[in-house]
């Protein structure tokens, strides 16, 4: 009987076992690319697209010392942290306002800032939670500014939306037909027009503070999400048809933020805006995709702790698009500036991580012949507060000059 030998099984050649190895990498990184760009474009979705919802203020601060001047302790990078100019100061049950940062140091991923306050203002007691507050009032016109006003409301194509009416200081001025309409930024109230409408209301134009669609407690938009200006310009268009109703001839807009897109959409697509006699905007977003590359440059990459890549971006941007139907073009009124006859003043400032500098400065560039760009120190729409003074007087400037 012949015996069968068994044959020795022959091992992979080193070549057979490289290409597998590399083909397993290539998966593993494949799948951490697209794992990475699944979860940002969630971080799209949670921090640019989705409405504000009604919660609780967030007190992020400690009240260190509350003496000459108050001292304010948090975790590095906290919002607000290390900003210049003055800022209002939010507690439970109370309010102050600090007229200037006066130093800020960062210590083992903790930040302290002293800031002065006001002489006749409220003053936080130590221990206590607070926050720092752009808006620098809050509450109503009357009760930050001592000025009449009425809550009014207007209509545009998804539903109702209430806006203040601040009348003019003088009935029988050049300016009382002409309405200044103020927009707040994403998230924010109409409260943060409370450091503009002292001015605008002292040079005699009525004054209308609008809120839109996924404003807290306001009609969505159909899409569920921020359009950046592409259907919540249709609310702007709104509150201009109410003032042309009431009698005004012209309008001048102004704009925070997220504002500034709705502003530049308005601008460019509603069969309205050539009754627009100016607008005046600070951090315009005026580049969603430019805004989210920018953020992208200023975030890290979880557990590994490195800024974000470009190319991981990208595909973040795409798989939101896909996802969210973002309109990454339509978006960008830089691209659509020659459909804007406007005069526009824009302050930004150099400390704004929030909105890119260079989109204003692209704007001018494309429009030198109806921008005023003007540069500050100031951070994400806080050119008021770090020189209200020069602010208001660029403002009265501005449109004295156009007659």
Do not use: C
Not at 57 to 75: I, M, Q, R
């Amino acid at each position: 009987m012949t015996q069968t030998v068994p044959r020795k099984k022959k091992k992979p050649s080193l070549v057979l076992v490289m290409v597998r190895v590399i083909l397993v990498l290539f998966i593993v990184v494949l799948a951490l690319f697209l794992g990475a760009g699944w979860y940002f474009s969630n971080e799209i979705r949670s921090g640019a697209l989705e409405p504000a919802t009604a919660g609780p203020e967030s007190y992020d601060w400690s009240v260190v010392d509350a003496a000459a001047a108050v001292t304010l302790e948090s975790s590095a990078g906290t919002d607000q942290a290390g900003q210049a100019g003055a800022s209002g100061i939010m507690w439970e049950g109370g309010y102050g306002q600090s007229g200037e940062l006066l130093s800020s140091t960062e210590s083992g991923g903790s930040v302290v800032d002293i800031r002065s306050i006001l002489p006749e203002s409220p003053t936080p007691p130590t221990d206590t939670d607070v926050k720092v507050d752009t808006y620098f009032w809050r509450g109503d016109p009357m009760s930050a500014h001592g000025l009449a006003f009425e809550t009014v409301y207007y209509t545009s194509d998804i539903g109702s939306f209430p806006a203040w009416y601040i009348p003019p200081a003088r009935q029988n001025n050049p300016n009382a037909d002409t309405w200044a309409i103020v927009v707040h930024g994403k998230g924010g109230t109409l409260e943060e027009s409370l450091r503009v409408v002292p001015m605008l209301h002292e040079r005699g134009h009525p004054v209308m503070v609008i809120s839109y669609r996924n404003d807290v407690s306001a009609v969505r938009d159909p899409s569920g999400y921020y359009t950046y200006g592409q259907t919540d310009w249709a609310d702007l268009a709104g509150a201009v048809l109410y003032a042309r109703d009431q009698g005004a001839d012209d309008h001048i807009l102004v704009g925070y933020s997220y504002g500034g897109s709705i502003i530049a959409s308005y601008l460019t697509q509603s069969p309205l805006r050539n009754f627009t006699k100016a607008s005046i905007l600070d951090s315009p977003v005026l580049s969603f995709e430019d805004t989210v590359d920018y953020r992208a440059t200023l975030t890290d990459v979880p557990i590994f702790g490195f800024e974000v890549p470009q190319l991981v971006t990208n595909l973040a941007k795409n798989i939101a698009e896909w996802r969210f139907g973002i309109d990454w073009e339509a978006t960008n009124y830089l691209t659509q500036t020659a459909q804007i006859h406007t005069p526009l003043l824009i302050f930004h400032g150099t400390a704004d991580t929030s909105v890119p500098l260079y989109t204003s400065r692209v704007m001018e560039l494309n429009r030198p012949d109806i921008t005023t760009l003007v540069v500050t120190d100031a951070g994400h729409t806080r050119s008021w507060n770090v020189d209200s003074e020069f602010f208001e007087a660029t403002v009265n400037e501005f449109l004295d000059d156009l007659g």
